[in-house]
């Protein structure tokens, strides 16, 4: 495997893990990642007996479950994955096996709203919803994949569906926008990787993926290109970059090992980072994208093993410490959200501005109309200590057409 020279070389975990302790992580084997975060709260989906359920804590009480805590449990069958909305602090999507959508308005005072009912309720799936994801430009577009081989884009707002991809022949595994949002690209069990048009659900290209029925997951680039996650013919786990242009081969495959748990590729799209952990591992390892290629780090390493992970997001992060990731990671056994910054070392005390390029903020680029009228764009950026500055207020959430 290439080693690059890089800046990003040495990056390392803080071994001052502080943790969330008495957290009842599920112990469901869906294969998502259990916890979405963002500067005001981590949420981590939760074993319950009947239902399904997720906690919601802050960020700036780490420790036990106590009041500041809020626990959201109105669901018909178990929590299978839960997102926050990129530019609300305060909404969050949940996904189940009732094959229901619903979102949830947090308070920052009280937690859940009083009625412990969802804001908005999105109905159209046939069988259980597997996974969620937020358009990364456009306000209050989601995306919903399901047992019933769809994936529906929605208007949260009016809980209508605005485009439907299809083509699948068996369970998706993973999708994710590009940077824009005009496009979704899918990993299916099917062994088939493929490009939707967002506005149309048209297929836009198909190849072959990872030759294993085993999970595996993708990432839309900056430059264009794929990046994916899985196994090979041999099960054993690896990276895959794919050039859109041209699926009918792989620009490069990096073999990682030959353990058994999925990959969670998580991607810093303004530092062409990507950080991958796996179900069941104990470490997470880093890697760098450039010029075509993909190149392995480092790693942060600990003795206990990890049922899914979450990610801050870029706002979230402190430049004092110069940290550039900072990692949430569940352990089922111990009943713990350790959290982990990931720092690059630097003597000096200034802020790092090569660290901290501009990056994505509260503002949509879009709002739900346009993108429904055909409009696309890149994220809305803002110099990083001016986003620190502003940080996010309440807000609320108003569906037009709320389903109970």
Same mark, same amino acid.
């Given at each position: 495997?290439?080693?690059?020279?890089?800046?990003?070389?040495?990056?390392?975990?803080?071994?001052?893990?502080?943790?969330?302790?008495?957290?009842?992580?599920?112990?469901?084997?869906?294969?998502?990642?259990?916890?979405?975060?963002?500067?005001?709260?981590?949420?981590?989906?939760?074993?319950?007996?009947?239902?399904?359920?997720?906690?919601?804590?802050?960020?700036?009480?780490?420790?036990?479950?106590?009041?500041?805590?809020?626990?959201?449990?109105?669901?018909?069958?178990?929590?299978?994955?839960?997102? *926050?909305? %990129?530019?609300? /602090? =305060?909404?969050?999507? +949940?996904?189940?096996? !009732?094959?229901? #959508?619903? $979102? &949830? @308005?947090?308070?920052?005072?009280?937690?859940?709203?009083?009625?412990?009912?969802?804001?908005?309720?999105?109905?159209?799936?046939?069988?259980?919803?597997?996974?969620?994801? *937020?358009? %990364?430009?456009? /306000? =209050?577009?989601?995306? +919903?994949?399901?047992? !019933?081989?769809? #994936?529906? $884009? &929605? @208007?949260?707002?009016?809980?209508?569906?605005?485009?439907?991809?299809?083509?699948?022949?068996?369970?998706?595994?993973?999708?994710?926008?590009?940077?824009?949002?005009?496009?979704?690209?899918?990993?299916?069990?099917?062994?088939?990787?493929?490009?939707?048009?967002?506005?149309?659900?048209?297929?836009?290209?198909?190849?072959?993926?990872?030759?294993?029925?085993?999970?595996?997951?993708?990432?839309?680039?900056?430059?264009?290109?794929?990046?994916?996650?899985?196994?090979?013919?041999?099960?054993?786990?690896?990276?895959?970059?794919?050039?859109?242009?041209n699926m009918s081969s792989k620009l490069e495959e990096l073999p990682i090992d030959s353990a058994t748990g999925s990959l969670f590729p998580h991607y810093d799209p303004d530092l062409n980072l990507m950080y991958i952990a796996g179900k069941g591992d104990a470490n997470i390892k880093f890697y760098e994208l450039a010029g075509g290629s993909v190149f392995y780090l480092n790693q942060y390493s600990s003795g206990d093993a990890q049922r899914g992970?979450?990610?801050?997001?870029?706002?979230?992060?402190?430049?004092?410490?110069?940290?550039?990731?900072?990692?949430?990671?569940?352990?089922?056994?111990?009943?713990?959200?350790?959290?982990?910054?990931?720092?690059?070392?630097?003597?000096?005390?200034?802020?790092?501005?090569?660290?901290?390029?501009?990056?994505?903020?509260?503002?949509?680029?879009?709002?739900?109309?346009?993108?429904?009228?055909?409009?696309?764009?890149?994220?809305?950026?803002?110099?990083?200590?001016?986003?620190?500055?502003?940080?996010?207020?309440?807000?609320?959430?108003?569906?037009?057409?709320?389903?109970?």
């Amino acid at each position: 495997m290439a080693v690059r020279t890089s800046k990003f070389r040495h990056i390392y975990g803080d071994r001052n893990v502080k943790s969330y302790n008495g957290v009842p992580i599920s112990k469901n084997a869906h294969e998502q990642g259990f916890c979405s975060v963002n500067p005001k709260f981590v949420a981590v989906v939760a074993e319950q007996i009947g239902g399904g359920a997720f906690f919601v804590l802050k960020t700036d009480r780490i420790g036990g479950i106590d009041a500041s805590s809020c626990k959201i449990s109105k669901h018909n069958g178990a929590v299978y994955d839960i997102r *926050w909305n %990129p530019f609300n /602090d =305060n909404l969050i999507g +949940s996904a189940c096996d !009732d094959g229901l #959508v619903r $979102l &949830w @308005n947090i308070t920052d005072e009280k937690g859940v709203e009083s009625n412990h009912s969802p804001v908005q309720t999105m109905k159209g799936h046939g069988k259980r919803v597997g996974g969620l994801m *937020w358009h %990364p430009s456009a /306000d =209050n577009i989601l995306a +919903s994949s399901s047992y !019933d081989n769809t #994936v529906k $884009l &929605w @208007n949260a707002e009016t809980a209508q569906i605005v485009s439907e991809l299809s083509s699948f022949t068996n369970q998706i595994t993973d999708m994710c926008f590009t940077t824009d949002g005009s496009q979704i690209g899918t990993t299916c069990k099917d062994k088939k990787l493929r490009v939707f048009d967002s506005h149309t659900g048209q297929i836009v290209v198909e190849g072959p993926g990872h030759d294993n029925m085993k999970v595996s997951r993708l990432r839309m680039l900056k430059d264009g290109n794929i990046l994916t996650a899985g196994f090979s013919s041999m099960s054993s786990r690896c990276l895959r970059l794919y050039d859109p242009r041209n699926m009918s081969s792989k620009l490069e495959e990096l073999p990682i090992d030959s353990a058994t748990g999925s990959l969670f590729p998580h991607y810093d799209p303004d530092l062409n980072l990507m950080y991958i952990a796996g179900k069941g591992d104990a470490n997470i390892k880093f890697y760098e994208l450039a010029g075509g290629s993909v190149f392995y780090l480092n790693q942060y390493s600990s003795g206990d093993a990890q049922r899914g992970i979450g990610m801050m997001p870029k706002r979230g992060l402190d430049s004092t410490i110069n940290e550039v990731a900072r990692a949430y990671k569940l352990n089922v056994g111990k009943k713990l959200v350790n959290v982990i910054p990931l720092k690059v070392p630097r003597q000096s005390k200034t802020f790092a501005e090569d660290l901290y390029p501009d990056t994505a903020g509260y503002t949509p680029a879009l709002t739900a109309d346009q993108f429904i009228a055909g409009e696309n764009s890149a994220p809305a950026v803002l110099p990083f200590l001016e986003l620190q500055a502003a940080n996010s207020t309440s807000k609320g959430f108003s569906a037009s057409n709320a389903i109970p």
